[in-house]
């Protein structure tokens, strides 16, 4: 929901995104930064039939790659759905936010949200609780 009212928000920033910088936030990235493990759950337990494609995304990856290995093709555009895309890939803009200031701040507290959820969660999994 935090991410469908950013993308509404910012509709005009993705325009220009698209249109002046044609996603330069997509090239020169190092995937370790761009998706967590509370990105990596969010993704997997919306489209867990993603798995097998983001390993593989992964396991080509090399240090010195030009683009964001998650681009269909190398080129684009992202392979995540709506919905299931990691936080960077969201909040990044190449405008001034500060007309969604309220709505990247509730896609950040949304994160955490999860990422509080898995930590308290994960002991009694492991202990089966």
Do not use: W
Request: charged share 20%.
């Amino acid at each position: 929901m935090a991410e469908e009212n950013l993308s509404a928000a910012a509709e005009d920033l993705l325009t220009l995104c698209s249109t002046k910088c044609r996603g330069l936030c997509c090239r020169n990235v190092y995937p370790d930064e761009l998706i967590t493990l509370t990105d990596a759950v969010l993704i997997l337990s919306r489209a867990g039939s993603m798995g097998e494609k983001i390993f593989r995304c992964a396991e080509s990856e090399s240090l010195f790659s030009a683009n964001c290995v998650f681009l269909k093709n190398g080129t684009g555009p992202c392979m995540f759905p709506s919905g299931t895309k990691p936080h960077k890939c969201i909040a990044t803009f190449c405008g001034r936010t500060g007309a969604v200031r309220q709505e990247l701040r509730a896609l950040r507290s949304s994160f955490n949200k999860l990422s509080r959820f898995m930590l308290f969660k994960t002991p009694g999994l492991v202990l089966g609780f």
